[in-house]
């Protein structure tokens, strides 16, 4: 069974940093994009950062010059290190991937469970 696993959420002071961590685990042949989007009360859940299998990243407008994604392929992990936190940065995090599992031929998109941040004083 192939799953995303988040970690490393919580509650920060304005200003402070967290870094989070998703490991897939399973029988995976390969993993191609990475993700993490991020969904606030009331609001829809939008991208946030993006890494592909070669290192290539993006990231949203709001979150650039603060957030890094970064990711680990012996380890199967991705990461968001999060820097100069602001109270709109409070949502819950949740870890995407497009994963080909062992023996198949097609990609199939997984999601985390989510982590919650919380960014307040």
């Known amino acids: 069974q192939v799953q995303l696993v988040e970690s490393g959420g919580g509650l920060v002071q304005p200003g402070g940093s967290l870094r989070l961590s998703c490991a897939a685990s399973?029988?995976?042949?390969?993993?191609?994009?990475m993700d993490w989007y991020r969904q606030a009360p009331g609001k829809q859940r939008e991208l946030v950062a993006g890494?592909?299998?070669?290192?290539?990243?993006t990231y949203a407008d709001s979150v650039k010059g603060r957030f890094t994604i970064s990711r680990d392929n012996a380890k199967n992990t991705v990461y968001l290190q999060m820097n100069s936190l602001k109270p709109e940065d409070t949502a819950v995090y949740y870890c995407?991937?497009?994963?080909?599992?062992?023996?198949?031929?097609?990609?199939?998109?997984?999601w985390g469970q989510g982590t919650q941040v919380t960014v307040s004083s």
């Open positions: 995407n991937a497009g994963m080909i599992g062992l023996g198949q031929v097609f990609e199939t998109e997984y």
């Open positions: 399973g029988s995976i042949s390969s993993i191609n994009t």
């Open positions: 890494i592909t299998s070669g290192g290539i990243t």
